[in-house]
């Protein structure tokens, strides 16, 4: 099963907006990435967020964790038609630094941003 | 571009073959990871690699193997290949291997089985 689970699963907004994309996991984590994907292309990394952070800012792109709730959010402001892409939060589970590179990806949020 | 490079583009072929995928780390990245996107699997990871060695195995099947070689690319080979085998095979790289990296993904290789 995923790890991750985004919600909503598919958003469509205008040139402008604001898009926020969540992402539910559900074992201990040491930290939690977001990757974009345009149409059946490769991954590109987006932002990093590591188990002892609660905010990170990249850009237009704004990330939250809450351990607590073991749950993320991807913000991205201003949103242009080439956000247009589907975005993946991924997880690696295990404690220290020594844990493999397992990603565990969830099935990712359709954006669509209509020019 | 992420630096990974994956070979080939685009692979189509009939069930019951085998073929061979390869991958070329970033310049410096000693692990690479593969990962299989399918429509109702989503994105999967198979198998990493560490300089040669394996270092962890997910969801890979016993039909698939994979190999990483001293000059650190790498090989994935699928065999007795299925219709539910048809997907997008993507290959990954980072520096040491560890929960702690960003993994940089190559465009994948999209095999189509008939």
């Known amino acids: 099963s995923q790890q991750g689970e985004e919600d909503p699963q598919a958003l469509s907004i205008q040139e402008g907006e604001n898009a926020t994309m969540n992402c539910s996991y559900k074992?201990?984590?040491?930290?939690l990435q977001w990757y974009r994907q345009n149409s059946g292309r490769g991954l590109v990394h987006l932002i990093l967020i590591r188990s002892n952070e609660r905010e990170k800012h990249s850009g237009r792109l704004r990330v939250t964790l809450d351990t607590s709730k073991k749950s993320s959010s991807l913000l991205i402001t201003a949103s242009r038609a080439a956000d247009t892409a589907s975005y993946f939060c991924a997880t690696y589970a295990g404690a220290g630094g020594t844990s493999y590179g397992k990603l565990t990806f969830g099935q990712g949020t359709i954006l669509t941003v209509h020019p | 571009d992420s630096g990974v490079t994956q070979t080939p583009k685009h692979l189509i072929t009939a069930t019951g073959q085998r073929v061979t995928l390869r991958c070329s780390p970033r310049s410096g990245d000693l692990s690479v990871y593969w990962y299989q996107q399918s429509l109702d699997q989503g994105l999967q990871f198979l198998i990493q690699y560490y300089n040669g060695e394996e270092r962890a195995k997910g969801n890979i099947l016993e039909r698939f193997s994979a190999q990483q070689f001293p000059d650190l690319h790498s090989e994935l080979n699928l065999s007795s290949l299925e219709l539910g085998d048809s997907a997008l095979y993507f290959c990954a790289s980072s520096v040491l291997g560890t929960a702690q990296e960003t993994q940089y993904f190559g465009p994948g290789t999209r095999l189509l089985v008939l």
């Open positions: 074992t201990s984590i040491n930290n």
